[in-house]
T-cell receptor
Framework: DQQVKQNSPSLSVQEGRISILNCDYT??????FLWYKKYPAEGPTFLIS?????DKNEDGRFTVFLNKSAKHLSLHIVPSQPGDSAVYFC???????????FGTGTSLTVIP | GAVVSQHPSRVICKSGTSVKIECRSL??????MFWYRQFPKKSLMLMAT?????????EQGVEKDKFLINHASLTLSTLTVTSAHPEDSSFYIC????????????????FGPGTRLTVL
């Protein structure tokens, strides 16, 4: 049972525009959320995180929004750059657990 | 800081042989390490969680006798794929989580670069 879902397997965006990647979760115990970026044949690299006490966290061009009532989070990349082209995974964990639950990933392509 | 390495990065082996993959946390102590497997165009599938000095906890459907995990020290975990078969060919990724003394290291998982296993 997929507790973290990314319903868009792929997304294409023009360079300079905004990329919005979405993630939904089902477990109300999750209170820590992360986004990872992954290039082919490489391990994921941490991008940005947010805890459930916040609804927004910003780091440079990357902003993560959390809507706890909707169990939804999104990653905004503004402006999008060709180097942002990668697969983006969202992940969630509960404070009492070790395990991170990953979504299935969204492949972002930024078109120059 | 928080660098995780994996060795080897690529391995090709014959069916029936065993392959060992190492995961090391280079600049922090990892009380917990995780082993993932990624199939093409699929999510990261957690295989097992290992805590230093104790037996690994395997996810449902993962054969513990097939995928042997040892977390002998706070900086090293190994995954051994025993009697490998072509269906074991995959991209294996480890991650490490630090001690609770540092919220940064504890709250994140730091991933290794992955190991591409090809079984002929």
């Amino acid at each position: 049972d997929q507790q973290v879902k990314q319903n868009s397997p792929s997304l294409s965006v023009q360079e300079g525009r905004i990329s919005i990647l979405n993630c939904d979760y089902t477990n109300s115990m999750f209170d820590y959320f992360l986004w990872y970026k992954k290039y082919p044949a490489e391990g994921p690299t941490f991008l940005i995180s947010i805890s459930s006490i916040k609804d927004k966290n910003e780091d440079g061009r990357f902003t993560v929004f959390l809507n706890k009532s909707a169990k939804h989070l999104s990653l905004h990349i503004v402006p999008s750059q060709p180097g942002d082209s990668a697969v983006y995974f969202c992940a969630a964990s509960a404070v009492t657990g070790n395990q991170f639950y990953f979504g299935t990933g969204t492949s972002l392509t930024v078109i120059p | 800081g928080a660098v995780v390495s994996q060795h080897p990065s690529r391995v090709i082996c014959k069916s029936g042989t065993s392959v060992k993959i190492e995961c090391r946390s280079l600049d922090f102590q990892a009380t917990t390490m995780f082993w993932y497997r990624q199939f093409p165009k699929k999510s990261l599938m957690l295989m097992a969680t290992s805590n230093e000095g104790s037996k690994a906890t395997y996810e449902q459907g993962v054969e513990k006798d097939k995928f042997l995990i040892n977390h002998a020290s706070l900086t090293l975990s190994t995954l051994t794929v025993t009697s490998a078969h072509p269906e074991d060919s995959s991209f294996y990724i480890c991650s490490a989580r630090g001690t609770s003394g540092s919220s940064f290291l504890y709250n994140e998982q730091f991933f290794g670069p992955g190991t591409r296993l090809t079984v002929l």
